[in-house]
């Protein structure tokens, strides 16, 4: 998956790939934000999502309060 990095504000990126099926959140870490970026998704079912947020933000992982 590729994705062009302007709408996020900040310079990193905490990136996470998320199974709503399961809950289950994986941290790819904090990661300088470019204009393009290429993640791809892990093995093992077709609903992974990508989440990306500004890492200054300090947001938790995808589900959890």
Partial sequence: RQYRGRPLT???IAA???????????S???????SRMTFTPPQGGPD???MLDDAGCGFPAPGRL
């Fill in 10 to 12: 900040g310079a990193t």
């Fill in 48 to 50: 992974w999502v990508l």
């Fill in 28 to 34: 790819l870490g904090h990661m300088p934000k470019t």
């Fill in 16 to 26: 996470w790939w998320y199974d709503p099926r399961t809950g289950v959140a994986r």
